[in-house]
């Protein structure tokens, strides 16, 4: 099974995801990544998509563009 397949957001469309991660909407997405039983895989996914790209839109494995780009700077150094 895909882990797309298994993730909490499935059927709730991307609105959420591409809110402001400071709106209430933004903030519910983040939670509910959080929550989610393959978070690090949507996570891990993105990362790599943005790699390729250096792209970064949306929340994805709860985290916001600019959470994600601390993110590989923090990983970089370790």
Do not use: H
């Amino acid at each position: 099974m895909n882990w797309r397949e298994r993730a909490s957001c499935k059927n709730l469309g991307i609105a959420p995801f591409f809110a402001g991660a400071t709106t209430l909407q933004g903030r519910q997405a983040i939670t509910l990544c959080l929550l989610c039983p393959v978070r690090q895989a949507c996570l891990d996914d993105c990362l790599s998509l943005e790699k390729t790209d250096n792209m970064r839109i949306g929340i994805r494995g709860g985290m916001a563009p600019n959470t994600r780009s601390a993110y590989v700077k923090v990983s970089r150094r370790g």
